[in-house]
């Protein structure tokens, strides 16, 4: 394992944390997507980009897409969530290395994800009712169930015998960091306004990637 390009992967993602709070846009247009950007070089150096991380180079290339598409001074949310929805997917088939099955805690992540979305959605449809977008309830709910379908499949590689301690450790981290960064995001938007609100979804944001890719390139190497 390289570790050499993941000093440049920090420096860029906190040069965009800084973008962020003092709202530098043209730091942060060069800044968010090289963060991506040098995550995927930082994989192709590691451990390649095809094989089993073909399909987490493809998740972290339509998450690239969903952050330029969110960042762009037009309303092109749909799009960024659109983008974001078929990274989740890539990352799901990519950590179901193995055919899922059933477990006592698979039964209780699918509880405590299901309460979880319960919760967050009825705020969130409550927001988007009182903004005017409901439109947006449909699409929101569906990307909702995605993101938990990826955290659920990251948590899982706990109980996979392919899949290293460590490399669960860092995977399952990821992914509740990722989830955190969106359910941050939305609240934001839709719900209620946080301060420091981007700053907080930028930093869960690039730590939740870090970790998952991580976790994925120790996996491909056998880690």
């Given at each position: 394992?390289?570790?050499?390009?993941?000093?440049?992967?920090?420096?860029?993602?906190?040069?965009?944390?800084?973008?962020?709070?003092?709202?530098?846009?043209?730091?942060?247009?060069?800044?968010?997507?090289?963060?991506?950007?040098?995550?995927?070089?930082?994989?192709?150096?590691?451990?390649?980009?095809?094989?089993?991380?073909?399909?987490?180079?493809?998740?972290?290339?339509?998450?690239?897409?969903?952050?330029?598409?969110?960042?762009?001074?037009?309303?092109?949310?749909?799009?960024?969530?659109?983008?974001?929805?078929?990274?989740?997917?890539?990352?799901?088939?990519?950590?179901?290395?193995?055919?899922?099955?059933?477990?006592?805690?698979?039964?209780?992540?699918?509880?405590?994800?299901?309460?979880?979305?319960?919760?967050?959605?009825?705020?969130?449809?409550?927001?988007?009712?009182?903004?005017?977008?409901?439109?947006?309830?449909?699409?929101?709910?569906?990307?909702?169930?995605?993101?938990?379908?990826?955290?659920?499949?990251?948590?899982?590689?706990?109980?996979?015998?392919?899949?290293?301690?460590?490399?669960?450790?860092?995977?399952?981290?990821?992914?509740?960091l990722f989830y955190a960064s969106d359910s941050l995001l939305a609240w934001d938007r839709f719900v209620n306004p946080l301060s420091h609100a981007r700053l907080k979804v930028m930093t869960t944001y690039h730590l939740g990637q870090i970790g998952i890719l991580l976790g994925a390139m120790l996996h491909a190497l056998g880690k």
């Amino acid at each position: 394992m390289n570790y050499y390009p993941l000093i440049i992967v920090v420096v860029i993602a906190i040069l965009n944390w800084i973008a962020v709070e003092k709202k530098w846009k043209a730091l942060e247009y060069v800044t968010k997507p090289g963060t991506m950007l040098a995550l995927l070089f930082w994989m192709w150096q590691s451990a390649g980009l095809g094989g089993s991380m073909l399909w987490f180079t493809l998740g972290a290339v339509f998450c690239m897409a969903g952050d330029v598409f969110l960042m762009l001074p037009w309303d092109m949310f749909i799009f960024g969530l659109l983008a974001f929805l078929v990274g989740h997917i890539c990352y799901v088939i990519g950590l179901n290395t193995m055919a899922p099955y059933f477990s006592l805690f698979g039964a209780f992540l699918i509880v405590i994800l299901g309460f979880f979305i319960w919760w967050v959605y009825r705020k969130l449809a409550g927001g988007l009712d009182a903004k005017g977008k409901t439109s947006l309830k449909a699409p929101v709910l569906i990307y909702s169930m995605v993101i938990s379908l990826m955290v659920y499949s990251a948590l899982m590689t706990w109980t996979r015998p392919d899949w290293s301690s460590i490399a669960a450790i860092f995977a399952s981290l990821g992914a509740i960091l990722f989830y955190a960064s969106d359910s941050l995001l939305a609240w934001d938007r839709f719900v209620n306004p946080l301060s420091h609100a981007r700053l907080k979804v930028m930093t869960t944001y690039h730590l939740g990637q870090i970790g998952i890719l991580l976790g994925a390139m120790l996996h491909a190497l056998g880690k």
